[in-house]
């Protein structure tokens, strides 16, 4: 069975800070996923990664896969009250196409 | 360019009833994925359906759940005979088809409630 971790489960910041979520496994995904999910909304992609190593900046937002590829961090810069929510990271194991989510770090922005 | 369309919104059933949720994927998308989330768990993966066929339901409970994607018409994630255990978020998502990326694109979700 594959497990992602991630962590911090909760993370509360002012505005204006530098964050890092992080994404663990010890199984080799051939792609993952990051998203952001608002209460009672459905899971929004973000970015997918696929090779090891690979980095993928979306404006304040960088996104970095392992060498390996079985673990991935999400890193916010000068965050705003607008990235408030749940991230979930989510990947999909060689062969398959079921994603495999994280548990979740729940992000709150203090203005 | 419409995104997944999912609905009911929210669907309250009493134990006993049968629960039928419907997920239209994006356009060009012929791949469709269902997952649950329970109330302050994550989401979990259900099963897996191309059109008229089921690729994976390795998630999916032994009894009671059933998931279809005919030729025409959506997909639909039917449960019979619900129980209270059943309540939680059921999110459908698709995707393009099989290529390296599978990027998933997810709907708002059916919140199902079982009184």
């Known amino acids: 069975t594959q497990l992602l971790e991630q962590s911090p489960q909760f993370l509360s910041i002012q505005e204006g800070e530098n964050l890092t979520v992080y994404c663990n496994s010890s199984?080799?995904?051939?792609?993952l996923q990051w998203y952001r999910q608002e209460p009672g909304e459905g899971p929004v992609l973000l970015v997918t990664?696929?090779?090891?190593?690979e980095v993928k900046k979306l404006k304040r937002l960088t996104f970095q896969f392992g060498d390996a590829r079985k673990d991935s961090s999400l890193h916010i810069t000068a965050a705003q009250t607008g990235d408030t929510g749940l991230y979930l990271c989510?990947?999909?194991?060689?062969?398959?196409?079921?994603?495999?989510f994280g548990s979740g770090t729940r992000l709150q922005v203090q203005p | 360019n419409a995104g997944v369309m999912q609905n009911p919104r929210h669907l309250v059933r009493r134990r006993g009833q049968e629960a039928r949720l419907r997920c239209s994927p994006m356009?060009?998308?012929?791949?469709v994925y269902w997952y649950r989330q329970l109330p302050e768990e994550g989401l979990k993966f259900m099963v897996y359906?191309?059109?008229?066929?089921?690729?994976?339901e390795s998630g999916m409970p032994k009894e009671r759940f059933s998931a279809e994607f005919p030729k025409e018409g959506p997909s639909i994630l039917r449960i019979q005979q619900v129980v209270r255990g059943d309540s939680a978020a059921y999110f459908c998502?698709?995707?393009?088809?099989?290529?390296?990326?599978?990027?998933?694109?997810f709907g708002p979700g059916t919140r199902l409630t079982v009184l």
């Open positions: 989510a990947g999909a194991g060689t062969g398959r196409r079921a994603l495999t």
């Open positions: 199984s080799v995904f051939s792609s």
């Open positions: 990664v696929v090779t090891g190593g």
């Open positions: 356009k060009g998308h012929s791949h």
């Open positions: 998502a698709s995707s393009p088809g099989a290529g390296a990326y599978n990027e998933q694109f």
């Open positions: 359906l191309q059109k008229e066929n089921i690729i994976d």
